[in-house]
T-cell receptor
Framework: GENVEQHPSTLSVQEGDSAVIKCTYS??????FPWYKQELGKRPQLIID?????GEKKDQRIAVTLNKTAKHFSLHITETQPEDSAVYFC??????????FGTGTRLTVIP | NAGVTQTPKFRVLKTGQSMTLLCAQD?????MYWYRQDPGMGLRLIHY???????AKGEVPDGYNVSRLKKQNFLLGLESAAPSQTSVYFC????????????FGSGTQLSVL
């Protein structure tokens, strides 16, 4: 099956700075790459996703980039705010709606 | 719409006991999933269903069984609980094949002593 690796496991940034989280995947057939945010004690929620026919996608302060050749994708958060503090998970799927998740990144935004 | 609802929210079991976790969704989604979340290991798929009456194994299916007798419900059973099954369990659903966005329930914290 697919293997998704995520780095770093923890990340601290000053409010207003940018944060970048990186993931690599192993299965070249993977074609869908979502990012989920999980606040403390809450359920994961989708924040952005990208498909393999697109190299970059933006939604206000968040963006995702995909490099299919290198099999890696990244989440970029600009102008970070305290409410961005959470655990972020990347995922990949080669189809059949089976998502394989990374191990998560705990982001702390310091006011 | 309540979305995805899980019961119970918390449970403590003794080794060898059995229990069933219930997941219900009111969004008419075809696909339903059970994940477990352990510290440092992300979300791992236990079992999933692509429609009423169907089930399939995920990454970590051993020690669990599932049933999907009705489209809106997906049950996860532990026949003989083990301490290694202490975890947070999340149910999720997605609309259909090709729409992979997951809608998660609020989770069940299970402790096996």
């Amino acid at each position: 099956g697919e293997n998704v690796e995520q780095h770093p496991s923890t990340l601290s940034v000053q409010e207003g700075d940018s944060a970048v989280i990186k993931c690599t995947y192993s299965d070249s057939a993977s074609n869908y790459f979502p990012w989920y945010k999980q606040e403390l004690g809450k359920r994961p929620q989708l924040i952005i996703d990208i498909r393999s026919n697109v190299g970059e996608k933006k939604d206000q302060r968040i963006a995702v980039t995909l490099n299919k050749t290198a099999k890696h994708f990244s989440l970029h958060i600009t102008e970070t705010q305290p409410e961005d503090s959470a655990v972020y998970f990347c995922a990949a799927t080669p189809g059949a709606n089976n998502l394989f998740f990374g191990t998560g990144t705990r982001l702390t935004v310091i006011p | 719409n309540a979305g995805v609802t899980q019961t119970p929210k918390f449970r403590v079991l003794k080794t060898g006991q059995s229990m069933t976790l219930l997941c219900a969704q009111d969004m008419n989604h075809e696909y339903m999933y059970w994940y477990r979340q352990d510290p440092g290991m992300g979300l791992r798929l236990i079992h999933y269903s692509v429609g009423e009456g169907t089930t399939a194994k995920g990454e970590v299916p051993d020690g669990y069984n599932v049933s999907r007798l009705k489209k809106q419900n997906f049950l996860l059973g532990l026949e003989s609980a083990a301490p290694s099954q202490t975890s947070v369990y999340f149910c999720a659903s997605s609309p259909d094949r090709g729409d992979e966005k997951l809608f998660f329930g609020s989770g069940t914290q299970l402790s096996v002593l």
